[in-house]
């Protein structure tokens, strides 16, 4: 018994140190917040410092408000995104100013009356800091709040520091349709594809340097980079734990696939809202896929498992209080992503659109589409007629990519 005992203490101190050995291997970026408080802390003294961020901004488990008020820095003032400073606002609702009941700091909305800061908000500040998580989606509303406080900020005088957190999708997936200005609105701003392979910190830079933002000659703009992060990574080669960016995005394969299937929300086709699973279920209550439509499907993409389902959104409080055809049984698709380096999620979610519309018999488009994915719903519709964005995106993608690589902060290799 004794020597057993021992045999197997000493397998598991073998499994305990491989473990260890392996973890030690594996890549670890570390994220912009982290640089600043190993290097750039004590430029903050005597500065009254206004944060612009939610629950994504966190380092080593702790949020950077908790992490900087323990440091001493002078936090003076929250500023609330889209779903709110500390994350608890669904999709689109309007969010109001407050007082933050853990700090007691006032909060101030970009996403109510105003979004963007006024002067009286920035009277409080002599510095900002935002730090989000992005995604990697044009149509994610981050990079366009970002160009609204580079603006505000601009013609108050006062500097912004974007603390430089990964691409989810990586920094080489350029993919989808340009924006074009017909179509530009707050869910689409920029002329930039639908999937822009580039990080907030590099896409503030691109948008002073090419004056898409108004007062850009005079933005004071400082980007804290990253410490190893490649282009060509994925989430899962960071090291770095998901922490939801916005309630519907609960795992890194929700947010990928979401820059595909963001579509549906411009078709009267359930995304998945008021499910487990949003941007991963897609159905409606007329949808009549046969196993045509699914052979099409897996034969087309890799990376992804693709299964008819049936499904029925609820009200989900926080999350989506009233989702398309909540309470109805919907039939449609679920998708599993088994290997997100495999497959464009762009073409992904436009290659089921087309599949989709083809098996609803009321499916239609409406506008919404327009400003998601940036073109002319017509356009749009004879493009996947035709079966000639692929050479569209081609196109753009190449331009796109050469223009915005004076930008880039980040090379193949690690930094």
């Known amino acids: 018994m004794k020597r057993m005992a021992v045999l197997v203490f000493y397998l598991l101190f073998c499994m ?4 260890c050995s392996f973890s030690q291997l594996q890549p670890k970026v570390k994220v912009g917040a982290e640089v600043l408080l190993e290097n750039h802390i004590t430029e903050l003294e005597g500065k009254r410092v206004g944060l612009v961020m939610n629950p994504t901004a966190r380092v080593a488990g702790s949020h950077m408000l908790d992490t900087l008020l323990a440091s001493g820095v002078n936090v003076t003032a929250l500023f609330a995104p889209e779903h709110g400073f500390r994350g608890d606002v669904g999709a689109g609702e309007k969010i109001e100013d407050g007082i933050d009941q853990a700090t007691g700091l006032p909060v101030f909305s970009l996403y109510g009356d105003t979004k963007k800061p006024t002067p009286d908000m920035l009277e409080k500040v002599d510095l900002l800091l935002f730090d989000m998580q992005d995604v990697g989606g044009r149509f ?16 108050e005088d006062v500097p912004i520091w974007v603390l430089d ?15 074009q200005k017909d179509h530009q609105s707050f869910v689409g701003r920029y002329p930039i594809p639908m999937v822009h392979g580039m990080t907030l910190g590099e896409l503030a830079k691109m948008m002073v340097g090419e004056q898409w933002i108004p007062n850009a ?16 990574m994925r989430w899962s080669q960071t090291g770095l734990d998901w922490i939801s960016p916005s ?19 411009g078709v009267n086709i359930s995304e998945g809202r008021g499910t487990s699973d949003p941007f991963l279920k897609i159905g409606s209550p007329t949808t009549q896929l046969n196993s045509g439509h699914i052979a099409q499907l897996r034969r087309s993409f890799s990376g992804v498992n693709i299964e008819r389902i049936s499904f029925t959104p609820k009200a989900i409080p926080g999350k989506s209080r009233n989702p398309d055809f909540k309470d109805e049984r919907c039939h449609g698709i679920r998708i599993q ?5 495999a497959f464009d999620p762009v073409k992904l979610g436009v290659t089921l659109l087309s599949v989709m519309l083809d098996a609803t018999p009321d499916a239609e488009l409406n506008d919404f ?40 902060l980040y090379n193949e290799s690690s930094m």
Do not use: C
């Open 369 to 408: 589409i327009q400003k998601l994915s940036g073109i002319d719903k017509k356009k749009l519709l004879r493009q996947l007629s035709k079966n000639t964005y692929l050479e569209n995106w081609e196109k753009t993608g190449k331009e796109f990519s050469e223009k915005r690589s004076r930008y880039l």
């Open 165 to 179: 957190r990964p691409n989810p999708a990586g920094g080489e997936l350029i993919s989808g349709w340009m924006m």
């Open 140 to 155: 994610y509303t981050y990079n366009v709040t970002l160009g609204n406080i580079i603006s505000a900020t601009a013609s």
């Open 217 to 232: 000659d005079d933005a004071e703009v400082k980007v804290i980079p990253m410490k190893g992060w490649e282009r060509s």
């Open 247 to 265: 309630p519907n995005l609960p795992t890194f394969d929700h947010a990928f696939v979401y820059l595909g299937t963001v579509l549906f929300e």
């Open 337 to 341: 992503v088994t290997d997100p380096t």
């Open 16 to 19: 305990l140190v491989t473990a």
